[in-house]
């Protein structure tokens, strides 16, 4: 099969890793790709915004499966457009992306299907919101509605902090049209875990679970960002919580989606909250998570091409796909500035001496420049280890990331401490 990959992250290079490797696939195109994942694709310049491009390059080059990585293009109809040109493709079609390009379509739906979410209401009106946040009290949640690069949720502990976060998405704007409505909801505490599960449309097959770091700290500490590093599994996701969110979570959204006429294929990543009263939902992605894809494929011990396939076919009703029992690190290596204004442009050397114990070395924002690897990027590399305890798996992502010359680089160093599997 011809296969092209659109995108150019962490999570991308993890996905053309495990594709290069399957049988069925005799070429592997990526765009735009990264130098990390030329080393598994041929990379062609199309950026994975360029919807015609990619279905034009498409049909020249006879591709027979497209796997999307990124949201934005699936968001903006790329999956559409290519089945539509007779190409098959893995991935939510535009109406079925809404539970990711909308937080009020997605609370909206969990309020129909009876979903456990935590409460909310949605706002165009900034004083509207104030006057329901005066009501509820602090801590409170408040998120723009639309796409806004992981940077749209802001956890209130005061309410002169929720109502600065409502005056910057309602009335400056902050986020654009992403942010010209609003949801605040009910703050819920409890750990968290990322629950992933390919979807045909009708059945649901779950992934192993996996846990993001999202500050940028040590300890959970300063900003967030799009994920600093994953583990799988998640600590404390017992097959007990998994089920209860297979039953009240998962199921019920494909359910419903299917009833609204817009099933949902592709990969749905529930980011949950486990609660006292059990799982309950924070968001919904419509495509693998960074950095959980990249602790997550290197346990997939079955071919992943044909579950994808599956998936985007309708055919998943008997599938089943074999997992590593090793826990898995997966270390995001930033650039300094991040998630601010990353430094760029420093020589990254020691890649293959860091890979030599057996880590996996996937770029996430990585340029070559002549024989030289350099930072192109907020979060620039990732590094997998798997071991027969998360401890030694952390030990052996972090004896590679030890070898990794590189002046702007910063990483957390409690990637996976504490939890045991
Ligand atoms: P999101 O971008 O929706 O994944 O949210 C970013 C982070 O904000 C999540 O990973 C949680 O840590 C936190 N968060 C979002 N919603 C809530 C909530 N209702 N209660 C507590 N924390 C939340
Ligand atoms: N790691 C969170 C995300 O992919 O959105």
């Known amino acids: 099969m011809r296969i092209l990959l659109v995108g150019s992250g962490g999570r991308e290079h993890a996905l053309a890793w495990a594709m290069a490797a399957s049988p069925l696939c005799d070429k592997l195109y990526a765009a735009p790709g990264n130098p990390g994942i030329a080393q598994e694709a041929e990379c062609v310049a199309i950026a994975a915004s360029d919807i015609g491009g990619i279905v034009d390059f498409a049909r020249r080059e006879k591709i027979d499966f497209v796997v999307v990585g990124p949201e934005a293009p699936l968001v903006g109809g790329l999956v559409d457009r290519l089945e539509a040109a007779g190409i098959a493709a893995f991935g939510p079609t535009a109406a ?58 802001t956890v209130a502990t005061t309410l002169a902090e929720a109502k600065a976060a409502i005056d910057e998405a ?50 959970d500490t300063g900003p967030n960002t799009g994920g600093m590093g994953a583990i799988s599994p998640a600590p404390q996701f017992t097959p007990d919580i998994e089920a209860a969110a297979l039953a009240t979570i998962l199921k019920p959204t494909v359910a419903a989606m299917a009833a609204r006429g817009t099933p949902f294929k592709g990969v749905l990543y529930a980011g949950l909250i486990l609660t006292r009263d059990g799982p309950k939902l924070i968001e919904f992605n419509v495509r693998f998570g960074d950095p959980e894809c990249q602790a997550l494929l290197p346990r997939l011990k079955s071919d992943l091409l044909p579950a994808l396939i599956a998936a985007r076919d309708g055919d998943l009703r008997d599938f089943d796909l074999r997992w590593d029992a090793r826990p898995s690190v997966s270390v995001v290596m930033a650039a300094k500035g991040y998630p601010g204004e990353p430094a760029r442009g420093g020589t990254i050397e020691g890649l293959d001496r860091a890979a030599a114990d057996g880590a996996l070395i996937f770029h996430a924002g990585t340029r070559r420049d002549g024989d030289a690897i350099v930072a192109d990027g907020g979060r620039v590399l990732n590094i997998t280890a798997l071991g027969d305890t998360m401890a030694e798996a952390r030990r052996r992502a972090y004896n590679a990331i030890a070898k990794i010359d590189w002046a702007d680089g910063f990483c957390r160093r409690d990637i996976g401490l504490g939890a045991t599997a």
């Not at 969990?110 to 104030?130: G, L």
């Not at 599960?197 to 649901?204: E, H, P, Y």
């Open 96 to 153: 079925a992306a809404q539970l990711e390009a909308s937080k009020g379509f997605t609370k909206d739906l969990c309020a129909d299907a009876n979903i456990p979410t935590a409460a909310y209401q949605r706002f165009t009106d900034a004083s509207a919101a104030k006057a329901y946040v005066q009501g509820r009290g602090a801590p409170i949640v408040i998120k723009a509605d639309g796409l806004a690069a992981g940077k749209g949720v």
């Open 170 to 219: 309602l009335v400056q704007g902050r986020f654009g049209g992403a942010g010209a409505e609003i949801v605040v909801e009910e703050f819920l505490s409890g750990p968290e875990a990322s629950f992933l599960a390919l979807v045909d449309g009708t059945n649901v097959l779950p992934l192993v679970s996996a846990q993001d770091h999202k500050r940028v700290g040590d300890g």
